[in-house]
Each structure stands twice: as C-alpha cells, then as structure tokens.
C-alpha cells in the first residue's frame, strides 16, 4: 500500500507571522500591508488553536492578524501584500 508523501505546509498563521516580521524590518507598516488569503487559509488561521486571541481581531467587519487587515477570498494563492492601494 501506498502512502501520500507530501510535504507539511506550515500554518498559515507561522507563515504570515514570519512574512508580516519581514516586511516590517524593512521598513512597512502593519497598516500599509494587507493580508490576501484564500477562504481556505483564512478559515485555518481563524480555527488556529496557537493564534493568541491578542494576535487576531475582528472589528468594524475587518478581520486583523498582528495588525494587519486581512481580505478573505478573491485569490487562487494567499499572498501579503507589502503596499496597500485605495482600492484595497
């Protein structure tokens, strides 16, 4: 019998801590930055049992994750994006 060997991803929640801490360091604010996560990725980090509840918020219909606004669904791959544009 044959077993999948895929490689774990990590959660979404270490993956975007890691690249929200990046981009940070050089040099963009939280506030400029804009978290675009598939339905799937946003439902994982909202579920995600390691996420303290200060690292994640939900207020006037903006969902945040270490300050930084997240967009749920629209995309085909989750991606953080480093400028945000009036239209965001």
């Known amino acids: 019998m ?11 929640a270490a993956t975007f801590r890691a690249q929200i801490e990046k981009a940070e360091a050089e040099g963009c604010a939280r506030g400029d930055m804009i978290l675009k996560l598939t339905l799937g990725d946003a439902s994982l980090l909202k579920r995600d049992s390691d996420v303290a509840v200060s690292d994640i918020g939900f207020a006037d219909g903006t ?3 270490l300050g930084v606004a997240i967009q749920e669904g629209g995309v085909t791959q989750s991606a953080l994006v480093r400028e945000r544009s009036e239209a965001d």
């Open 2 to 12: 044959r077993t999948s060997t895929k490689p774990r991803r990590s959660s979404p």
């Open 63 to 65: 969902m945040t994750y």
